[in-house]
């Protein structure tokens, strides 16, 4: 069964650092788009960061709120994509969610949930100014 589960989230001062993990069970393995989206309260859902795992640089991509500050990263070895997230601001508060496109296509842009179909159950991040 296709699943992903996310760990990491946590409270934090403004300026510091959390890592998000987003586990990916073994059926994931041949999904190779993988991306973070957040939804602060009361907001939509928005992309974060991209990456294109199946590219041989595994390109990757951001949203210009965050460009600068997160990192996207994959480690094969333990089928786990992270979102460094450094210089955290307090309007970075919202649910994090990892999600896995079901093909490289993206018919509808890295930053639509459209393009997605499958999802974590979300971290919640709170920073505090």
């Known amino acids: 069964q296709e699943h992903l589960v996310e760990s990491g989230g946590g409270s934090v001062q403004a300026g510091g650092s959390l890592r998000l993990s987003c586990v990916r069970s073994?059926?994931?393995?041949?999904?190779?788009?993988m991306a973070w989206f957040r939804q602060p309260p009361g907001k939509g859902r928005e992309a974060v960061a991209a990456?294109?795992?199946?590219?041989?640089?595994?390109?990757?991509i951001y949203s210009d709120s965050v460009k600068g500050r997160f990192t996207i990263s994959q480690d094969n070895a333990k089928s786990t994509v992270y979102l460094q997230m450094n210089s955290l601001r307090a309007e970075d508060t919202a649910t994090y969610f990892c999600?896995?496109?079901?093909?490289?296509?993206?018919?509808?842009?890295?930053?639509?949930?459209?393009?997605?179909?499958?999802w974590g159950q979300g971290t919640q991040v709170t920073v505090s100014s």
């Open positions: 990456i294109d795992v199946g590219s041989p640089r595994r390109k990757t």
């Open positions: 073994e059926y994931t393995s041949g999904r190779l788009y």
């Open positions: 999600a896995a496109a079901a093909d490289q296509n993206l018919e509808h842009g890295w930053d639509s949930t459209m393009s997605y179909d499958l």
